[in-house]
């Protein structure tokens, strides 16, 4: 085992599994209606479908950008996240397009353009809607529902990573790519590192699968 190696915490055939099945057991069918909700309308011309996903993935995945976003006068602050979204359609669909062509097994480049591309996102609602503050975890999850490789991002995820892969600057699977969130970036640098050594040792864990598994509680 080499030095970068050493630094990542690989699960067990059986580890995994017991956690896909524990996420598919308690929120499987709830994932489902989510996917098959962007399936259904993976396009922002819309207002009302738009509103309808932000509304269903915020509130599910508890994403915390409502209190990121000042409420307009008599309104919701959902509504001026689906508005966003709605009035920056053209911009959010070249997103999503660019993300739709990846499939796994993913390689370094196609994480890099991932982080990329959540950067954009991030960057457009940071300066229409949060005034400077990232909602890089809502962006990570409404990604994820439009385009499955997109790696979820929250508190629990980057807590259970962080004890998984130790960070290191000499064992970086990408450069950073202009405009892509720090934070975002350094989660899935540590992330792709263990997709690829889980790999390595035989267990072709996907992205999804290894985001049930660092989204159990920690104990």
């Not at 499955?148 to 991002?153: E, M």
């Not at 989660?187 to 792709?192: A, D, H, V």
Request: charged letters at 25%.
């Amino acid at each position: 085992m080499n030095g970068s190696e050493s630094t990542i915490r690989v699960p067990t055939t059986d580890e995994l599994a017991n956690a896909v099945k524990a996420f598919a057991d308690d929120w499987g069918a709830v994932d489902e209606i989510l996917y098959r909700t962007c399936r259904d309308h993976p396009g922002h011309t819309d207002r009302r479908s738009v509103m309808a996903k932000v509304v269903l993935i915020r509130r599910t995945y508890s994403a915390g950008i409502e209190r990121l976003v000042e409420p307009p006068e008599g309104g919701q602050a959902v509504t001026k996240i689906g508005d966003c979204l709605w009035k920056q359609r053209t911009e959010v669909d070249a997103i999503i397009g660019r993300l739709r062509g990846i499939a796994e097994p993913l390689s370094p480049d196609d994480m890099k353009t991932i982080v990329r591309q959540h950067g954009r996102l991030d960057a457009l609602l940071t300066q229409n809607l949060t005034h400077g503050r990232s909602p890089r975890s809502f962006v990570s999850k409404y990604l994820h529902f439009h385009c499955p490789v997109v790696p979820i991002f929250d508190d629990y995820s980057v807590r259970s990573l962080t004890r998984r892969v130790r960070w290191s600057e000499n064992a970086k699977p990408f450069e950073r790519p202009a405009g892509a969130d720090e934070e975002y970036f350094r989660f899935c640098t540590r992330l792709m590192r263990l997709y690829t050594a889980c790999r390595s040792a035989g267990i072709a864990a996907t992205v999804k699968q290894l985001d049930t598994l660092l989204w159990q509680v920690p104990t």
